[in-house]
């Protein structure tokens, strides 16, 4: 089992920054996929951003070159820097984690509680 704690999620004006933050904790053999996705309301949930353990990234059309997705395998955690923000990045933003609970092949979802990501224009 894993869990997902999320941080870092605020109100910035657009043009703006963020830094949010996900740790992982708990009992598993391994985490594959660390990512974020976001859901706006109204919407369905889109994929923002994702790592896998070895460093491929992969991004979103709509925040690449704005977004950077970052990863320390040390302490399980995955970052995203958002940039240049704008007033359609406003959504709830959670964490996703594909993880082997131990050495079988078979991989689980987890997901943090989400975190509110607001820019005003």
């Known amino acids: 089992q894993v869990q997902l704690v999320e941080s870092g999620g605020g109100l910035v004006q657009a043009g703006g920054s963020l830094r949010l933050s996900c740790a992982a904790s708990g009992r598993f053999f391994s985490i594959n996929q660390m990512g974020w996705y976001r859901q706006a309301p109204g919407k369905q949930r889109e994929l923002v951003a994702g790592?896998?353990?070895?460093?491929?990234?992969n991004y979103a059309d709509s925040v690449k070159g704005r977004f950077t997705i970052s990863r320390d395998n040390a302490k399980n955690t995955v970052y995203l820097q958002m940039n240049s923000l704008r007033p359609d990045d406003t959504a709830v933003y959670y964490c996703n984690a594909k993880a082997q609970n131990d050495y079988r092949p078979a991989e689980f979802n987890y997901w943090g509680q989400g975190t509110q990501v607001t820019v005003s224009a």
């Open positions: 790592t896998t353990s070895g460093g491929t990234t």
